[in-house]
């Protein structure tokens, strides 16, 4: 009953449903969300097994590295928190000696999502600014992180799925806070918006625009996964699988202030903007190795990332990156994108549930190094990426892709319930009270 009453309001004639705007083109794109969808449904599965190769399968990090903004809380205790770690006798032979690594440098850390209001001080600013300052002349989105630390342990990507872990509360959105109110821009002070959302970032320009669509599209793509791998129970005990309600609950209108309808539809300007640094690094792939010391799987590997890539080209026009940072202020305006997002890189190390940060780190870093490929300026076939950077870029596009997936099925879970069974929707409006971008 209590899902019935949750999904009343999707179901009502008088209000808009979860997916109205999942039509027409995609905002700061060319093609529209059919494209996009039937894109999707020809490369999905091509992407999925792609992951599953030990290039791609094993990721190097240092997950114990201190927040720099605040205090640590406390870790999450639950055992839906926990990470299996590899033993050296798991991880491929090539990717444990890096010694062997080839073509490909070591690994960098992309981090973590954003900071909160008022969570950094002025000092902790300009530390901040002071080291960004030094780093303007490369075209890194995230920190770097030595993956030679003797904390870096190699993690399992399959034996550690995201999924719902129970993190929640304050602190998880003190995280999201600090992304949303000290990261991403906000629209112009003369505006009628003191708040970022799909009305205020029409008052940006261009390129602030993209920042906020990209972080909000990664930030639903993530609380879709959440929804889609939830804890259940059945006859033999917990299983994962898909909650509607919690669905519901952070992408409904009512329960967002209409903003989550919105949301969605940047998880496909996402999903474009990295599809389009995929397909434009198509020169890196032909010349990377994809090395893990087995030579068969080397060249397999290899084939199916450049056999993937190229079918990603027959999509329509995605996302035009020349059209940004163009005119006197170009340099400011970029210089400030890098500061933001390196800043948000960074808050992944405050996020206090290990398996939230592994995949926190992954996802930004994956979006980083597509941000690297479309706006580092140079002759992409000459850009150098480390392994670590074609590793989450990989994952994370699949994430996004397995999010587009989920979205297809939660609809399908919609459109399966009759009208007649919300019948008591003008009973319960606002069930679960208003849930913000930065509350997820």
């Given at each position: 009953?209590?899902?019935?009453?949750?999904?009343?309001?999707?179901?009502?004639?008088?209000?808009?449903?979860?997916?109205?705007?999942?039509?027409?083109?995609?905002?700061?794109?060319?093609?529209?969300?059919?494209?996009?969808?039937?894109?999707?449904?020809?490369?999905?599965?091509a992407?999925?097994?792609?992951?599953?190769?030990?290039?791609?399968?094993?990721?190097?990090?240092?997950?114990g590295?201190?927040?720099?903004?605040?205090?640590?809380?406390?870790?999450c205790?639950?055992?839906?928190?926990?990470?299996?770690?590899?033993?050296?006798?798991?991880?491929?032979?090539?990717?444990?000696?890096?010694?062997?690594?080839?073509?490909e440098?070591?690994?960098?850390?992309?981090?973590?999502?954003?900071?909160?209001?008022?969570?950094?001080?002025?000092?902790?600013?300009?530390?901040?600014?002071?080291?960004?300052?030094?780093?303007?002349?490369?075209?890194?989105?995230?920190?770097?992180?030595?993956?030679?630390?003797?904390?870096?342990?190699?993690?399992d990507?399959?034996?550690?799925?995201?999924?719902?872990?129970?993190?929640?509360?304050?602190?998880?959105?003190?995280?999201?806070?600090?992304?949303?109110?000290?990261?991403?821009?906000?629209?112009?002070?003369?505006?009628?918006?003191?708040?970022?959302?799909?009305?205020?970032?029409?008052?940006?320009?261009?390129?602030?625009?993209?920042?906020?669509?990209?972080?909000?599209?990664?930030?639903?793509?993530?609380?879709?996964?959440?929804?889609?791998?939830?804890p259940?129970?059945?006859?033999?005990?917990?299983?994962?699988?898909?909650?509607?309600?919690?669905?519901?609950?952070r992408?409904?209108?009512?329960?967002?202030?209409?903003?989550?309808?919105?949301?969605?539809?940047?998880?496909?300007?996402?999903?474009?903007?990295?599809?389009?640094?995929?397909?434009?690094?198509?020169?890196?792939?032909?010349?990377?190795?994809?090395?893990?010391?087995?030579?068969?799987?080397?060249?397999?590997?290899?084939?199916?990332?450049?056999?993937?890539?190229?079918?990603?080209l027959?999509?329509?026009?995605?996302?035009?990156?020349?059209?940004?940072?163009?005119?006197?202020?170009?340099?400011?305006?970029?210089?400030?994108?890098l500061?933001?997002?390196?800043?948000?890189?960074l808050?992944?190390?405050?996020?206090?549930?290990?398996?939230?940060?592994?995949?926190g780190?992954?996802?930004?870093?994956?979006?980083?190094?597509?941000?690297?490929?479309?706006?580092?300026?140079?002759?992409?076939?000459?850009?150098?990426?480390?392994?670590?950077?074609?590793?989450?870029?990989?994952?994370?596009?699949?994430?996004?892709?397995?999010?587009?997936?989920?979205?297809?099925?939660?609809?399908?879970?919609?459109?399966?319930?009759?009208?007649?069974?919300?019948?008591?929707?003008k009973?319960?409006?606002?069930?679960?009270?208003?849930?913000?971008?930065?509350?997820?």
């Amino acid at each position: 009953m209590l899902l019935l009453l949750l999904l009343g309001v999707v179901l009502g004639g008088d209000q808009p449903s979860c997916f109205k705007h999942l039509r027409g083109k995609v905002d700061e794109c060319y093609c529209s969300v059919a494209d996009v969808d039937t894109t999707h449904k020809e490369n999905h599965e091509a992407i999925v097994q792609l992951v599953t190769r030990d290039y791609f399968r094993y990721y190097k990090v240092n997950l114990g590295k201190k927040c720099v903004f605040w205090e640590d809380i406390g870790e999450c205790t639950r055992s839906t928190c926990a990470l299996k770690t590899c033993s050296d006798k798991e991880v491929p032979a090539g990717l444990a000696d890096n010694t062997n690594r080839s073509t490909e440098p070591t690994c960098e850390e992309e981090k973590e999502l954003s900071k909160i209001n008022n969570v950094i001080s002025k000092d902790q600013k300009e530390l901040l600014l002071d080291l960004d300052s030094r780093e303007t002349n490369n075209m890194d989105f995230c920190v770097k992180e030595d993956e030679e630390s003797a904390d870096a342990e190699f993690y399992d990507l399959l034996q550690n799925p995201e999924r719902y872990t129970g993190y929640s509360g304050e602190a998880s959105h003190r995280i999201w806070r600090s992304i949303y109110q000290e990261n991403c821009f906000k629209p112009k002070k003369d505006s009628l918006f003191l708040d970022t959302n799909h009305k205020s970032i029409n008052y940006m320009c261009k390129e602030k625009r993209v920042f906020f669509r990209a972080v909000s599209g990664l930030h639903a793509s993530i609380s879709i996964h959440l929804a889609a791998k939830y804890p259940l129970e059945d006859f033999f005990g917990q299983t994962w699988g898909r909650n509607l309600a919690e669905f519901s609950r952070r992408f409904m209108p009512e329960s967002t202030g209409g903003e989550g309808p919105h949301w969605l539809k940047n998880l496909y300007f996402v999903y474009l903007l990295e599809m389009r640094a995929i397909t434009k690094a198509l020169p890196i792939w032909k010349r990377l190795d994809f090395y893990s010391g087995n030579p068969d799987e080397d060249r397999e590997t290899k084939e199916q990332v450049i056999n993937t890539t190229e079918k990603f080209l027959t999509c329509p026009d995605t996302f035009d990156e020349a059209q940004l940072f163009k005119g006197p202020a170009a340099e400011e305006l970029l210089s400030d994108f890098l500061v933001h997002f390196r800043n948000i890189s960074l808050i992944m190390d405050c996020v206090t549930c290990d398996k939230c940060r592994l995949w926190g780190k992954i996802q930004i870093r994956g979006l980083g190094t597509a941000l690297k490929i479309l706006f580092s300026g140079a002759d992409v076939s000459e850009l150098e990426l480390e392994r670590g950077e074609v590793v989450t870029l990989f994952n994370a596009f699949n994430q996004l892709s397995h999010s587009l997936y989920f979205v297809r099925e939660f609809k399908h879970d919609l459109d399966s319930i009759k009208p007649d069974q919300a019948s008591e929707k003008k009973k319960k409006r606002n069930l679960f009270g208003s849930v913000k971008h930065g509350e997820l």
